[in-house]
């Protein structure tokens, strides 16, 4: 089993940046690909980015067009970063990561993912 732990989530204005962190232990193998998923009450989890490391290749990163240019997804061994600049209210959310075995982040943009963190909240004000 692997248990995924996010953090960083803030409250912050207009133009501001965040970093969230998601640490993740255990069957750390089932990590292969990690993603950031958001969700505001009422609506549909949403892709936000995704990151898959690959042994042979350049690290694939995927993002939410709605994101592009503003965020970026790393990772470092069993940690995976998000950070988040020029935040708009529209970024307000809970943020979550989630992990699974599938591997160049196939299921991405999808919620399909095994293991998932319990979230950390991004407030941006206007």
């Known amino acids: 089993q692997i248990h995924l732990r996010e953090s960083g989530g803030d409250s912050v204005q207009t133009g501001g940046s965040l970093r969230l962190t998601c640490a993740f232990s255990?069957?750390?193998?089932?990590?292969?690909?990690v993603g950031w998923f958001r969700q505001v009450p009422g609506k549909e989890r949403e892709g936000v980015a995704c990151i898959y490391p690959s042994p042979s290749r350049p690290t694939e990163t995927y993002y939410a067009d709605s994101v592009k240019g503003r965020f970026v997804i790393s990772r470092e061994k069993n940690t995976v970063y998000l950070q988040m600049d020029n935040l708009t209210p529209e970024d307000s959310a809970t943020y979550y990561c989630a992990a699974d075995r599938g591997l160049f982040c196939y299921k991405w943009p999808t919620d399909d993912f095994s293991d998932w963190g319990q979230g950390t909240q991004v407030t941006v004000s206007s």
């Open positions: 255990g069957d750390t193998y089932i990590a292969n690909s």
